[in-house]
């Protein structure tokens, strides 16, 4: 079973960048698709960003597309999110998850590990 920990949160002013990682708890993450989500106040969670297991396959919801990019560093058992341009309504918990078999990337139900969260806050 897998740990997964995320780190990396914190309050920015809107524009702000912030860079969120999500380190794995043994070697067996390249195994995993990889997957950012996040849960904003009063909504559901939603996925952000995920990434295929080597890295070659990306996909981003359209409200973040342009300014954040997901990376992975297999050898470092961590999975990467840079956040440019940060906007208020990024405010959120910051989710990584991993998933053996995925294909619907935004479904949250297909993936088999989840952190805790980091909290992002963006606002003046």
């Known amino acids: 079973q897998l740990q997964l920990v995320e780190s990396g949160g914190g309050l920015v002013q809107p524009g702000g960048s912030l860079r969120l990682s999500c380190v794995v708890s043994?070697?067996?993450?390249?195994?995993?698709?990889m997957a950012w989500f996040r849960r904003a106040p009063g909504r559901e969670r939603e996925g952000v960003s995920r990434i295929s297991t080597t890295g070659q396959a990306t996909d981003y919801a359209d409200s973040v597309k342009g300014r954040f990019t997901i990376s992975r560093d297999n050898a470092k058992n961590t999975v990467y999110l840079q956040m440019n341009n940060l906007k208020p309504e990024d405010t959120a918990i910051y989710y990584c998850?991993?998933?053996?078999?995925?294909?619907?990337?935004?479904?949250?139900?297909?993936?088999?590990?989840w952190g805790q969260g980091t909290q992002v806050t963006v606002s003046s």
């Open positions: 998850a991993a998933a053996a078999i995925l294909e619907d990337w935004t479904n949250t139900r297909e993936y088999n590990y």
């Open positions: 043994d070697s067996s993450m390249h195994l995993y698709k």
